[in-house]
């Protein structure tokens, strides 16, 4: 079994920035990609950025590009999403997701595991 755990949320005010960071530990099927997504109450979940570890290529919503960046640190077995200029429209709470393929444009993907969510509060 995989486990998936997110950790950085946190509350920050507009403008400010944020590092999450997401392990995915346990034996299961091969990952080859991992995102990251979020959730407002009241809306959708969304895709927010995703990773394929293969050649570590990287997409992003158009709500988030040169604002939030996905990493992964093959050492730490770590995934990242930085995020900077942060708005109060990116209030959520931020899921990391894992496994064998995501679309670029986040609508299609087969991604079995998934964390608990940590929440990311941005105030005006």
């Known amino acids: 079994q995989v486990h998936v755990v997110e950790s950085g949320g946190g509350s920050v005010q507009a403008g400010g920035s944020l590092r999450l960071s997401c392990v995915a530990s346990?034996?299961?099927?091969?990952?080859?990609?991992m995102a990251w997504f979020r959730q407002a109450p009241g809306e959708e979940r969304e895709g927010v950025a995703s990773?394929?570890?293969?050649?570590?290529?990287?997409w992003y919503a158009d709500s988030v590009k040169g604002r939030f960046s996905i990493s992964r640190d093959n050492a730490k077995n770590t995934m990242y999403l930085e995020m900077k200029s942060l708005k109060s429209e990116d209030t959520a709470t931020y899921y990391c997701?894992?496994?064998?393929?995501?679309?670029?444009?986040?609508?299609?993907?087969?991604?079995?595991?998934w964390g608990q969510g940590t929440q990311v509060t941005v105030s005006s």
């Open positions: 997701a894992a496994g064998k393929w995501i679309a670029y444009d986040f609508r299609r993907y087969d991604l079995k595991y």
């Open positions: 346990g034996s299961g099927d091969s990952i080859v990609s």
């Open positions: 990773i394929y570890l293969g050649s570590n290529t990287t």
